[in-house]
């Protein structure tokens, strides 16, 4: 075997070691959540995803599965693997989304591995909890969330191939994909559809300022027609006359609603992204006005297309707000969650290859040691923590842990 051939196959078994490990944890995190529904141990909110499926009322196609689960003996370890497969997922789409923009696949894979496991650098003295009271991109308590974040990066992942090179050639490929992710996304939680259509609309208006033919930003468009019948369906469910259930303008609500000091948590939640935002915004700025001039696909895209979301997403958080049985469940929240991941997922990867840029900082050495180790310092707290997180929910802690 060539020195080639033997790396490749190291690499190879690496990489299946770590996403299996991963998705056998969670896998094992979902069975007991399941099995436990009547304790505090192993706390989630499955049990009353379960409860609801099993009661024939479901606004997500979860529900549909768990439902023909329940058709076999110990359903709980099919609810799991279920699960388990779209967190493993994840991590696998996060990888081979990540491939081509990290020119490592050690890299590829340690940043992979990162943007999944990452939650809010916690203060004690700013929150005492370690979760609640902040915003996280990881999240193992909520399976609607689980599933919906897989098939939401999925979306994005087929998103940016299709607008990629549609302008010259339509690869059908890649819309019936992304149509196809996108929906079952929305059918599974529309908070992803909420912070990700105004972005894709103004997307489109662009693409018609450049000049991009009128019938492919229409068939663009046209992807997003199913998750509109599924939203219509979801939203009768769920905010139908009889509910009670409704949506207000409450500017602060979700974010004050379980945060001492709300905006701090919020800086907290995403201060490795917003670290490198400004390391980056100037020439993101300077360089997609380029390409735009020279009728180019923006190289940033996936960049402006992360904060874009992001800010969607904290608009939606800080103003919107549920009424009825709903009001305390902060579910704009998840919307922004996603938004969180994205952000942490582009971010890694812009590190990395500032990293390896010799024109970053003027290509000066010591710039770059103190950028790698303060941002690096920073990123690596927001793995411990998220480590640290999943290790104590592994051993049952609930996800309202202190400290």
């Given at each position: 075997?060539?020195?080639?051939?033997?790396?490749?196959?190291?690499?190879v078994?690496?990489?299946?070691?770590v996403?299996?490990?991963?998705?056998?944890?969670c896998?094992?995190?979902?069975?007991?959540?399941a099995?436990?529904?009547?304790?505090?141990?192993?706390?989630?909110?499955?049990p009353?995803?379960?409860?609801m499926?099993?009661?024939?009322?479901?606004?997500?196609?979860?529900?549909?599965?768990?439902?023909?689960?329940?058709?076999?003996?110990?359903?709980?370890?099919?609810?799991?693997?279920?699960?388990?497969l779209?967190?493993?997922g994840?991590?696998?789409?996060t990888y081979?989304?990540?491939?081509?923009f990290?020119?490592?696949?050690?890299?590829?894979?340690?940043?992979?591995?990162?943007?999944?496991?990452v939650?809010?650098?916690?203060?004690?003295?700013?929150?005492?909890?370690?979760?609640?009271?902040?915003?996280?991109?990881?999240?193992?308590?909520?399976?609607?969330?689980?599933?919906?974040?897989?098939?939401?990066?999925?979306?994005?992942?087929?998103y940016?191939?299709?607008?990629?090179?549609?302008?010259?050639?339509?690869?059908?490929?890649?819309?019936?994909?992304?149509?196809?992710?996108?929906?079952l996304?929305?059918?599974?939680?529309?908070?992803?559809l909420?912070?990700?259509?105004?972005v894709?609309?103004?997307?489109?208006?662009?693409?018609?300022?450049?000049?991009?033919?009128?019938?492919?930003?229409?068939?663009?468009a046209?992807?997003?027609?199913?998750?509109?019948?599924?939203v219509?369906?979801?939203?009768?469910?769920?905010?139908?006359g009889?509910?009670?259930?409704?949506?207000?303008?409450?500017?602060?609500?979700?974010?004050?609603?379980r945060?001492?000091?709300?905006?701090?948590?919020?800086?907290?939640?995403?201060?490795f992204?917003?670290?490198?935002?400004?390391?980056?915004?100037?020439?993101?700025i300077?360089?997609?006005?380029?390409?735009?001039?020279?009728?180019?696909?923006p190289?940033?895209?996936?960049?402006?297309?992360?904060?874009?979301?992001?800010?969607?997403?904290?608009?939606?958080?800080?103003?919107?707000?549920?009424?009825?049985?709903?009001?305390?469940d902060?579910?704009?929240?998840?919307?922004?969650?996603?938004?969180?991941?994205?952000?942490?997922?582009?971010?890694?990867?812009?590190?990395?290859?500032?990293?390896?840029?010799?024109?970053?900082?003027?290509?000066?050495?010591?710039?770059?040691?103190?950028?790698?180790?303060v941002?690096?310092?920073?990123?690596?707290?927001?793995m411990?923590?998220g480590?640290?997180?999943?290790l104590?929910?592994?051993?049952?802690?609930?996800?309202?842990?202190?400290?």
């Amino acid at each position: 075997m060539s020195k080639k051939n033997k790396n490749n196959s190291i690499f190879v078994a690496v990489l299946v070691l770590v996403f299996a490990a991963y998705t056998i944890a969670c896998g094992y995190l979902f069975y007991m959540q399941a099995a436990r529904a009547e304790g505090q141990y192993f706390e989630s909110d499955l049990p009353a995803h379960l409860s609801m499926a099993k009661d024939g009322w479901g606004y997500s196609l979860t529900a549909v599965f768990y439902r023909l689960f329940m058709l076999l003996p110990g359903y709980e370890i099919f609810v799991a693997t279920f699960l388990a497969l779209f967190s493993g997922g994840t991590m696998v789409a996060t990888y081979f989304g990540i491939r081509k923009f990290i020119g490592n696949r050690w890299s590829a894979l340690g940043a992979s591995v990162a943007a999944n496991i990452v939650m809010p650098c916690f203060m004690r003295a700013v929150h005492y909890e370690r979760y609640i009271g902040y915003q996280s991109p990881s999240v193992w308590h909520n399976s609607t969330y689980t599933v919906m974040k897989c098939l939401a990066l999925l979306t994005l992942i087929f998103y940016l191939r299709f607008a990629h090179g549609y302008k010259k050639k339509i690869q059908w490929r890649d819309w019936i994909l992304f149509t196809l992710f996108l929906t079952l996304s929305t059918a599974t939680k529309t908070s992803f559809l909420l912070v990700f259509a105004p972005v894709a609309f103004a997307g489109l208006i662009v693409d018609l300022i450049r000049k991009v033919p009128v019938g492919r930003v229409l068939l663009f468009a046209s992807a997003i027609i199913p998750s509109i019948a599924v939203v219509l369906l979801q939203e009768a469910v769920l905010f139908g006359g009889e509910t009670g259930n409704g949506i207000v303008i409450d500017f602060g609500y979700n974010v004050y609603l379980r945060a001492q000091r709300p905006y701090f948590t919020m800086i907290l939640s995403a201060l490795f992204p917003v670290l490198i935002f400004l390391f980056n915004i100037v020439n993101v700025i300077r360089e997609t006005l380029s390409d735009l001039k020279k009728k180019y696909f923006p190289r940033h895209t996936p960049f402006v297309l992360a904060w874009s979301m992001w800010a969607i997403g904290a608009l939606e958080l800080l103003f919107l707000k549920e009424t009825g049985k709903r009001e305390l469940d902060g579910n704009f929240l998840w919307g922004y969650d996603f938004c969180l991941f994205v952000l942490f997922v582009v971010s890694v990867v812009y590190f990395m290859n500032n990293l390896r840029s010799v024109r970053f900082l003027k290509g000066s050495y010591a710039g770059h040691i103190a950028y790698a180790s303060v941002l690096g310092a920073v990123l690596a707290y927001h793995m411990y923590c998220g480590l640290y997180f999943f290790l104590r929910l592994l051993g049952g802690t609930t996800y309202f842990m202190q400290g």
